[in-house]
């Protein structure tokens, strides 16, 4: 989220494209995601978040992976 509370990671890109799908992976304070075949997947999440709290504050879609584990910070 931005200092507003607002989403960063969105839907769809808002700003001028200057590569289209050639991101394989998002790290954010919160969780991991790595992209795959259009999936946004998530690998990591930290302790004391769930997946539900995680798509509260996530405009984009994304599903969680069987093997999705704690991120150590």
């Not at 590569?19 to 992976?25: A, H, N, Y």
């Not at 539900?52 to 504050?57: F, G, T």
């Amino acid at each position: 989220c931005d200092k507003s509370g607002a989403p960063k990671i969105l839907r769809e890109c808002k700003l001028p494209l200057t590569g289209k799908r050639c991101v394989d992976r998002l790290i954010t304070e919160h969780a991991v995601f790595d992209f795959q075949n259009g999936q946004m997947i998530l690998k990591e999440i930290v302790p004391d978040m769930s997946a539900d709290d995680l798509r509260k504050i996530t405009e984009g879609t994304f599903v969680v992976a069987p093997d999705c584990k704690p991120l150590e910070v």
